[in-house]
Every structure is written in C-alpha cells, then in structure tokens.
Nanobody, 120 residues
Framework: QVQLVESGGGLVQAGGSLRLSCEAS????????MGWYRQAPGKQRELVAV???????NYVDSVKDRFTFSKVNGKYTVFLQMNGLKPEDTAVYYC??????????????WGQGTQVTVSS
C-alpha cells in the first residue's frame, strides 16, 4: 500500500504565496508520474501540475508562470510553490502518484488533500 501525505495549505491574501509538500511512502516499485490536482466547490477535480518519470512537467494554463512543481531527487517527495495566488485558486489540493503494483497494473494513489483559501 502507498500513502501520500500533503501539508502546507492555508489561508492567504490574493497575491501571496504558499508552498505545498507531499511525501509518499509504502510499497513503491516504480512510479510513472507524480503531481497535483485541485477541486474547488461545485467543480470537477482538475490537474494543476504533473511530472512524468522522465522529468517533463506539465501545468494547467491558468497556473503557468505562477506555480512551480519540484521533486526531491531519489525520493517520492514533491512540492508545489504557488506564487501570485488568486481567489480562483481556492480549492482542496491533492497530491497524486501513479505507481506500478508489481503484478501488472498501474494505480493512481491520492493524498487526503489540503485546503488552500485565497481571500480577495
């Protein structure tokens, strides 16, 4: 089993910054990607940033040039540096990992989520 634990959410004024952290632990044999999603009230969960095992990082257009994804080399620890926050960034942010279960399947694991609230 794989566990993901996020931290770093909170309340911030528009224009401020937050840094989210996520640490994965458990039985991890191979990882295809790690990333961040978010879900605002009444909206579908959307991808924010994802990095493949090859190192390529993709961002949703709305956060480009404001958010930066990073990963600790050799560890399943990732961060999301969020600058220039806007009220529309308010959401629960989820860390995700796509890992191989060792018996033929790739599984998407999710953290419990961390709330980010941006006041105007």
């Amino acid at each position: 089993q794989v566990q993901l634990v996020e931290s770093g959410g909170g309340l911030v004024q528009a224009g401020g910054s937050l840094r989210l952290s996520c640490e994965a632990s458990g039985s991890i044999s191979s990882v295809a990607s790690m990333g961040w999603y978010r879900q605002a009230p009444g909206k579908q969960r959307e991808l924010v940033a994802v990095q493949s095992s090859g190192g390529r990082t993709n961002y949703v257009d709305s956060v480009k040039d404001r958010f930066t994804f990073s990963k600790v080399n050799g560890k399943y620890t990732v961060f999301l540096q969020m600058n220039g926050l806007k009220p529309e960034d308010t959401a629960v942010y989820y860390c995700t990992l796509r890992g191989y279960d060792g018996i033929g399947s790739w599984i998407d694991y999710w953290g419990q989520g961390t709330q980010v609230t941006v006041s105007s």
